[in-house]
């Protein structure tokens, strides 16, 4: 039986003048999915609630379990949350912060190879770089042993390399291991390129694409947008930027 992630919001207020209304969304469990929108659209309130993080009339269904009645460890169990952007680095090493993950120190430092960071292990997370700060974080989240896996802007922060590693073990975890994926993203080419389903969210509307061979010609990104993008052999590559000339 296939155990889809089931959003059902009524009523959802995540910040100052923003409010979410009767909106329903099902996530495909084994589907990398991709929340798109402009800033303030309500994207990463949508991840929130999906981990019952914020107030409101909601229900967060994976399979018949209603994850807003499950304990924060319960919940991580099943859902694996990351979300960096507000986070605070705690005085400890970056080993002992990942250590909050279930994996052992064996698997922590192969990922830390992995991630090319292991130098950063003896380290202080307050005094890592946010680029390193990133990689840690994304470390902890890929190795929390869960279903459902729950990234909020993971590109923020990451150079190229580790956009690349992230990409790689993404598939890895979709593929190999098998586990569902939700990330949030304004590195379109990025999200378009690993993504297999777009949920995109413009004026308190939904509108759900599942063909990926169908982005340039269903013109998802640009009515979510309102702008023109370029595409290379159906991927998306960026915003096309037009330059006005005016006489002055």
């Keep these: 039986m296939q155990n889809n992630l089931l959003l059902k919001i009524s009523f959802l207020n995540p910040a100052k003048n923003k409010i979410l209304n ?7 469990q084994g ?10 659209a309500g994207k990463s309130s949508i991840l929130k609630a999906i981990f019952s993080l914020i ?26 949350y990351n979300e960096t952007n507000n986070l ?14 279930e994996a052992s120190d064996d698997e922590l ?17 307050n005094t890592l770089s946010e680029g390193e700060f990133k990689r840690i974080c994304l470390i902890l989240g890929i190795s929390q042993k869960a279903e459902w896996y729950l990234f909020d802007e993971p590109e923020q922060n990451l150079d190229p390399r580790g ?10 975890l979709n593929q190999v291991n098998k586990k569902s994926i939700i990330l949030t993203s304004h590195d379109l080419r990025f ?25 340039e010609s269903s013109g998802f990104l640009e009515d979510i947008f309102d702008t023109s993008f370029l595409y290379e052999q159906g991927q ?3 915003p096309e930027f037009k330059r006005e000339l005016r006489n002055v």
């Design 31 to 40: 589907s990398i999915t991709a929340l798109l929108g402009q800033n303030g």
């Design 55 to 80: 107030p409101g009339k909601y229900d967060s269904l994976v399979g018949s379990m209603n994850l807003s009645k499950l304990s924060e460890k319960e919940r991580s169990k099943i859902i694996s």
């Design 109 to 125: 430092e192969e990922a830390m190879k992995i991630w090319e960071c292991e130098h950063l292990k003896n380290r202080y997370v």
């Design 236 to 238: 998306v590559v960026g």
């Design 191 to 215: 999200a378009c390129s690993i993504s297999d389903t777009f949920i995109g969210l413009k004026d308190d509307q939904l509108s759900v694409l599942d063909k990926k061979e169908s982005l």
């Design 88 to 101: 605070e680095k705690p005085q400890i090493t970056s080993l002992e912060f990942l250590r909050f993950s």
């Design 22 to 28: 009767n909106i329903n969304l099902e996530f495909k």
């Design 163 to 172: 956009l690349q590693i992230f990409y790689d073990e993404i598939e890895k």
